[in-house]
């Protein structure tokens, strides 16, 4: 079974800076089916990048996704005020998320 | 509109049983497979079982296996999930989520509902 990681726990930024979110796979895995979520306190989560790097409709692209086998990446190029939040990674279950906080 | 609304949540004992639906609307019901995901108060999303459009493929969580029972009903446009021997850590908002895809494996949930809050408790 993969088991997904994610990191940092919290990444504290400031509005237009970058930010970079981790997620490694226990076991390589096929990129077709990796995908990233945001989730807002009391909204369920959004759909942001599906096949480790296809922008679901309607995602800015400011978000990017990459990576291949155990360690793929989401990128926020230039963070605007609504990005933050948690964000899960998933491979048929879930990373424990990274949650992205005003500094 | 795109939607799916989720119902049957409420206040159970351990031991006991619960179901819950998910109402599907704006979209082909039968092309796609449907999952259950639930999120533990303050907790991370854990999904719960999946199923594909034509029911021929149903996969659970370690969690619930042997508990926990998805169906779906084509005709009606929903998706259900039977819960038994209710325990306290069962606890959370479960979601319906729609798959990009219409088999297995899990591909990505592109449509969510609100959730319904299962509290199990004595």
């Known amino acids: 079974e993969v088991v997904l990681t994610q990191s940092p726990g919290t990444l504290s930024l400031s509005p237009g800076e970058r930010a970079t979110l981790s997620c490694g796979a226990t076991q390589s895995i096929t990129s077709s089916y990796l995908a990233w979520y945001q989730q807002k306190p009391g909204q369920p989560p959004r759909l942001l990048i599906s096949?480790?790097?296809r922008r679901a409709t309607g995602v800015p692209d400011r978000f990017s996704g990459s990576g291949f086998g155990t360690n793929f990446t989401l990128t926020i190029s230039r963070l605007e005020p609504e990005d933050f939040a948690v964000y899960y990674c998933q491979y048929r279950g879930f990373g424990p998320g990274t949650k992205v906080d005003i500094k | 509109e795109v939607q799916l609304v989720e119902s049957g949540g409420g206040f159970v004992q351990p031991g006991r049983s619960l179901r819950l639906s998910c109402a599907a609307a704006g979209f082909t019901f039968d092309d796609y497979a449907m999952h259950w995901v639930r999120q533990a108060p303050g907790k991370g999303l854990e999904w719960v079982s999946g199923?594909?459009?034509?029911?021929?493929?149903?996969a659970y969580a370690d969690s619930v296996k042997g508990r926990f029972t998805i169906s779906r009903d084509n005709a009606q446009n929903s998706l259900y999930l039977e819960m038994h021997s209710l325990r306290v850590e069962d606890t959370a908002l479960y979601y319906c989520?729609?798959?990009?895809?219409?088999?297995?494996?899990?591909?990505?949930?592109?449509?969510w509902g609100q959730g319904t809050t299962v509290t199990v408790s004595s």
């Open positions: 096949g480790a790097s």
């Open positions: 199923i594909s459009w034509n029911s021929d493929s149903i």
């Open positions: 989520a729609k798959d990009l895809r219409s088999g297995w494996p899990i591909s990505a949930f592109d449509v």
